[in-house]
């Protein structure tokens, strides 16, 4: 897995947190989800350095390239306009 904060997962997560905020504070949007399937920790990581946390959501199930695949959901926002 790599470091979240350097390299390729650095850049990831900072294209994450730059789409998250252009959407929170210029399209309108209370909150961002993302949906990580359950055993990619990699993403995971991403999505927590990018400021997302899992949420209470039921998993989702999905087929995805011929396989049956569980979908974590994880939030960031609380809902309310952003100031």
């Known amino acids: ?11 990831a ?4 947190t730059v789409a ?4 929170l504070q210029h399209c309108g949007a209370r909150r961002v ?3 990580i399937e359950a055993d990619n920790a990699p993403s995971a990581a991403v999505a ?3 400021g997302f946390a ?4 039921e ?3 999905r087929e ?10 994880w939030g960031h926002g609380n809902g309310e306009p952003a100031p």
């Not at 997560?13 to 994450?16: K, T």
């Open 48 to 50: 927590r350095s990018a």
């Open 20 to 23: 998250t905020g252009y959407a």
């Open 1 to 11: 897995m790599s470091d979240p904060g350097s390299g390729v997962g650095g850049l």
């Open 59 to 61: 998993p989702v199930a």
């Open 33 to 35: 989800l993302l949906r």
């Open 13 to 16: 997560s900072a294209a994450v």
């Open 54 to 57: 899992p949420t209470t959501d």
């Open 64 to 73: 995805a390239k011929g396989r049956r695949v569980l979908l974590r959901t």
